[in-house]
């Protein structure tokens, strides 16, 4: 498993930007899928957007409320991944959490941070 840290949430105006961080540890960071997901407040956790490896290129995956707002992107050489959210609306407030799953492997994420608080005020 890898260990996750989240960072970059905030406070922001509805229609403002904000980029989220996840710094991941351990030595097989590349060979990770890597998520982001999202619970606002009374709500079931959501998949917000995922990077993962196949036939040797990356790809991203993005939930319908997101695309065209937000970008998944990933450093294996620092071990990060980012997540760059625009064009901000109020139902984007939530918890936002950086998730880890071996390349590969189907079924629910194995790693999760502990969570990134965003709030977009409308």
């Known amino acids: 498993q890898v260990q996750l840290v989240e960072s970059g949430g905030g406070l922001v105006q509805a229609g403002g930007s904000l980029r989220l961080s996840c710094a991941a540890s351990?030595?097989?960071?590349?060979?990770?899928?890597m998520g982001w997901f999202r619970q606002a407040p009374k709500k079931e956790r959501e998949f917000v957007a995922q990077?993962?490896?196949?036939?040797?290129?990356?790809?991203?995956d993005y939930a319908d409320s997101v695309k065209g707002r937000f970008t998944i992107s990933r450093d294996n050489a620092k071990k990060t991944v980012d997540l760059q959210m625009n064009s901000l609306k109020s139902e984007d407030t939530g918890v936002y959490y950086c998730?880890?799953?071996?390349?590969?492997?189907?079924?629910?994420?194995?790693?999760w941070g502990q969570g990134t608080q965003v709030t977009v005020s409308s």
């Open positions: 998730a880890a799953r071996p390349s590969g492997v189907t079924g629910p994420y194995t790693s």
């Open positions: 990077i993962r490896w196949s036939g040797g290129i990356y790809y991203a």
């Open positions: 351990g030595r097989t960071f590349s060979a990770y899928t």
